[in-house]
T-cell receptor
């Protein structure tokens, strides 16, 4: 299994709602990431987990709350979002947080991304 | 100044053309360079990676890094309509934990 699965694919929520995004991988990767991507913009790093511990928080507002219950699962809990938070939320994983030298493009420097959750806040 | 600059395009070419996609960067500490392909409504997919300077070839794709000019390129030979996507360059520093992405270039290959 060489993929990252994200659910739901689409989500519409009101500004007072609480919802969660889910990400799952079974590649044995120990680093997992949340990115936010607006239209025609590069992915922006939000959070990084390494061995189920939060390693990097890119000064993300507290209305976004990440959780890593186990090595295969990553959640992003959403509460009191604003319309400007509407974006594609991407989950990614990599074997380790740092560089892993490998001849295979499936390991090494790159991430495996999920297809994303397209979030609309109304 | 952004750390990574990439022309957003769109770039439109006929099928069979050679495509050249480029990024420039400002931080000489970047040592690891990657190209991702992103189809509409999908997550990015790793295409190529290179370390430091030099060329790397994989099928129809060639990645080049010129560290002296802080310039990286992706060439696509015999382009196909299925190559139509957004191509993002990305890079990391030695010992760094963050990958910095370019904004992406939208490519259209016309049949």
């Amino acid at each position: 299994d060489t993929e990252v699965t994200q659910t739901p694919k689409h989500l519409v929520m009101g500004m007072t709602n609480k919802k969660s995004l889910k990400c799952e991988q079974h590649m044995g990767h120990r680093a997992m990431y949340w990115y936010k991507q607006k239209a025609k913009k590069p992915p922006e790093l939000m959070f990084v987990y390494s061995y189920e511990k939060l390693s990097i928080n890119e000064s993300v507002p507290s209305r976004f709350s990440p959780e890593c219950p186990n090595s295969s699962l990553l959640n992003l809990h959403l509460h009191a979002l604003q319309p400007e938070d509407s974006a594609l939320y991407l989950c990614a994983s990599s074997p380790r947080l740092g560089i892993v030298v490998s001849q295979s493009k499936r390991l090494g420097y790159g991430y495996t991304f999920g297809s994303g959750t397209r979030l609309t806040v109304v | 100044q952004k750390e990574v600059e990439q022309d957003p395009g769109p770039l439109s070419v006929p099928e069979g053309a050679i495509v050249s996609l480029n990024c420039t960067y400002s931080n000489s500490a970047f040592q690891y360079f990657m190209w991702y392909r992103q189809y509409s409504r999908k997550g990015p997919e790793l295409l190529m990676y290179t370390y430091s300077s030099g060329n790397k070839e994989d099928g129809r794709f060639t990645a080049q890094v010129d560290k002296s000019s802080k310039y990286i390129s992706l060439f696509i030979r015999d382009s196909q309509p299925s190559d139509s996507a957004t191509y993002l360059c990305a890079m990391r520093k030695t010992g760094g934990f963050k990958t910095i992405f370019g904004a992406g270039t939208r490519l259209f290959v016309k049949a």
